[in-house]
């Protein structure tokens, strides 16, 4: 199967065929730029959810720019897909295994990794504009994150 040219090519069309592929036996390996989304220090360690953290800020110290709170979330999760960023739910042990047994063969291997599925844009869309409301809150009460 050929792959369209560049040119022939969106911008965000651009940037999902140049995503990471993922099958359905879930993704394994996190890249730089992957935000975690849930609760804890995993995904608050998450050196994607650093750069998102930053990014979101970045985006809110120029908000005049960007216009609605809505437009300035979709910017920001632009601005992490452009640079090949996922934004990814960490699977349950037992939603793991199923997911590795159906894209692995049918053979269950250890599961000594965490499982992630990536999000729909829309869930990413919220996630961004839930982390703008916290952005502000901390900014408010003096706690930086």
Do not use: C, W
């Amino acid at each position: 199967m050929s792959t369209p040219s560049s040119s022939s090519l969106t911008k965000s069309e651009e940037v999902l065929s140049s995503a990471p592929s993922t099958d359905d036996s879930g993704i394994q390996e996190l890249g730089e730029n992957d935000v975690l989304v849930g609760r804890g220090t995993g995904p608050n360690e998450n050196l994607g959810n650093i750069r998102f953290r930053v990014t979101l800020k970045g985006f809110l110290n120029n908000k005049l720019q960007a216009g609605s709170k809505s437009k300035l979330a979709r910017m920001v999760v632009a601005t992490i897909q452009a640079r090949h960023g996922r934004f990814l739910r960490k699977l349950s042990k037992e939603e793991a295994k199923l997911r590795v047994i159906k894209g692995g063969g049918g053979k269950e291997p250890g599961l000594s990794r965490d499982v992630y599925e990536v999000i729909p844009d829309g869930r990413a869309f919220e996630k961004t504009k839930q982390a703008m409301r916290f952005q502000r809150k901390a900014h408010y009460y003096g706690k930086e994150h």
